[in-house]
Each structure stands twice: as C-alpha cells, then as structure tokens.
C-alpha cells in the first residue's frame, strides 16, 4: 500500500492536513506520484491544485488552510482572520465562505466556499509567521465592524476581541487612526471610548450611553472586581448607593447553568449588603428611558438626591 513520503506528510501535519500540489512537486513529487496517491485516496481535491489527506468532511481549520494555499500568496481576511485567532465566535459564522486577501491586480477565479478580495499593500497589513497566514486582529476587526449591518453587531465584534484580551481599545484605535477611509469611523471611534471605559457588551454599551448618560443617572464603575465567593465582576456598580445592575446579553442566558451562575451573583451581593437590579434586551434596548426611570428610583431609594432627566427619545 504506497504512503505520502514522510518530508511530505510532516509538510501536510504543520499545515492541518492540507498540501498544494507546488509544495509537494517541490519536496520532488513526480506527475506518477500525484496520481498514485490520488487514486488511493491518499490526497483527496479540495481546490484545484490544493488537497486535504483525508476523505472526510474538511474542518474549519483545513478549509482556512485550502484557501491561502489555493491563493497564495495570501492570508486569512475579515471574519475568516478573526475566527482564526479567537477560535470560536459569537458573533461569527464559521460556516460562511473563508475570505482571504491577495495583492492587488491578481485576479484569481473563486472556488466553492472561498471569497478573494484585494488590496495594495498587503505585506504591510499580513502576519505571514501565523498558520496559516492571516490579516492583523486590528485590521480585520475594523474590517468586519466597517462590513456590519448595523452599529449594535459592529460594537459585538470589537467587544468580543477585547473581552477575549487578543487586542486591546488602544491598538484598536491607533489601527483606526491610521486609516484613511472607514465605515462609520465616528461610531467606532466613540465605541472603542466606551470599551476603554469598560462597557463590554453590546448591551452594556447602551445601559452606558442610553439609560446612564442619557438621563444623567450618577456614574457607575463597570467589570468591578468583587470576590464574596471566589472572584466575581459586577457589571455595573453604584457603590455609593450599594446598587448593582447585572446586565443579560447573551442569547444562551436561559440555560441551566447560566441562570445558577447569575443567581449565586445575585445572592452574593446581597451578601455584600448590595441590591441587584438585573436587566435584559428589552429593558435597555427596548425601553432604555422607562428604565431610567426605575433605576433612578431605586437609586433615589438607597439615598441619591437627583433625578433623571428626559432624553430626546423620551418626547
């Protein structure tokens, strides 16, 4: 039974499992050994020219691999550089087409599932040591927060990053500044400000700016360190008035474990002699105003002497 030459498979292992046939021809591969090792299904066709060593469904990872090799040279791009790097996402389909960048001026026929996008410059923008090759964090989270639908999935992607500690709201904003065209550049600007001052959700990110700052409700620290039981971050803190506001964002918060782990929180900070306000979608993005309202009550309730103010949104 013949067996990929062992230069050849070590090749194929650092790269997830994917060679293209120029790596193999120059390991010394003949035309006879290709076709050999293709009819015992010892490479099985990804892309044209590229092959995977298995006659399996192909992972995300090959499929990422079969993509640069099949364009090279090139690197992972937009949310395809971002899945690289996290591993998982959120807010991210690993299911979509992979995206990869090349030099400008090539032009290359698309295969199934692979999207080839260009641009001058690339070595300047590329992390050719990564495996495989990708676009800078930076540069293709403000790729994608540029390419989404609205503010609210934009802001997702650059808190998932920063909450994932792979960059930071600094390197985020000196790559922005560096740019001479962006998407929604204004927004990004002032999200990356709410970010540097901890708001690390898209739900948090509109309690800061349409219930708290909106309605001049006092200021509240965010991600507070507290360790009634082991270490606990408090969402939102009014120390001054022993009030928490617990913000529910994700889609899976209904899940068995997610809502013991929230109530445990909750009876930690009665222990901590705080009250907890917990609040969800509706109540910030829906009714950000009747909100502030009731936070403003409980607040004036445990010793604040002003009162929130209507907002534009409020007429």
């Known amino acids: ?30 035309g006879s050994d290709l076709r050999c090792w293709l009819r015992h299904r010892l490479l099985v066709p990804i892309h044209p020219g590229v092959y995977v060593v298995h006659s399996g469904e192909p992972t995300w990872c090959q ?5 640069v090799l099949y364009a090279a040279p ?30 400008h001026g090539r032009t290359l026929e698309e295969p199934p599932g692979v999207r080839i996008s260009q641009t001058r410059g690339l070595d300047g923008r590329v992390q050719w040591n990564r495996r495989p090759p990708r676009v800078r964090l930076e540069e293709a989270v403000l790729d994608v927060a540029g390419e989404a639908g609205d503010d609210m999935t934009a802001f997702a992607v650059l808190a998932e990053v920063v909450s994932a500690r792979r960059t930071t709201t600094d390197r985020l ?6 740019r001479l065209r962006q998407r929604r550049r204004a927004f990004l600007t002032a999200a990356l400000d709410d970010l540097g001052r901890g708001a690390c959700s898209v739900l948090e990110r509109a309690y800061l700016r349409d219930v708290e700052l909106a ?70 993005l829906g009714r950000p105003c009747t909100t502030a309202v009731r936070i403003g009550r409980l607040l004036q309730n445990r010793g604040w002497t002003g009162s929130p103010h209507p907002c534009p949104r409020c007429a």
């Open 1 to 30: 039974m013949p067996s990929l030459p062992p230069v050849a498979a070590a090749l194929a292992a650092e790269q997830d499992g994917v060679v293209a046939r120029r790596q193999l021809v120059s390991l010394g591969a003949t």
């Open 63 to 67: 499929r990422a691999w079969a993509a």
């Open 74 to 103: 090139a690197a992972l791009a937009g949310p395809s550089s971002i899945l690289a790097t996290l591993g998982t996402s959120r807010q991210l389909s690993a299911g979509a087409s992979i995206r990869v960048l090349v030099e």
């Open 173 to 178: 904003a000196a790559a922005l500044q560096a």
């Open 215 to 284: 309605h001049g409700l006092p200021r509240a620290g965010r991600q507070v360190r507290a360790s009634a039981r082991g270490t606990v971050f408090r969402d939102v803190l009014h120390r001054a008035f022993g009030v928490v506001v617990e913000l529910d964002g994700r889609a899976d918060h209904t899940h068995r474990a997610d809502r013991d782990r929230d109530l445990d929180r909750d009876l930690d900070a009665v222990v901590d002699g705080l009250v907890t306000a917990r609040l969800g979608h509706g109540q910030v």
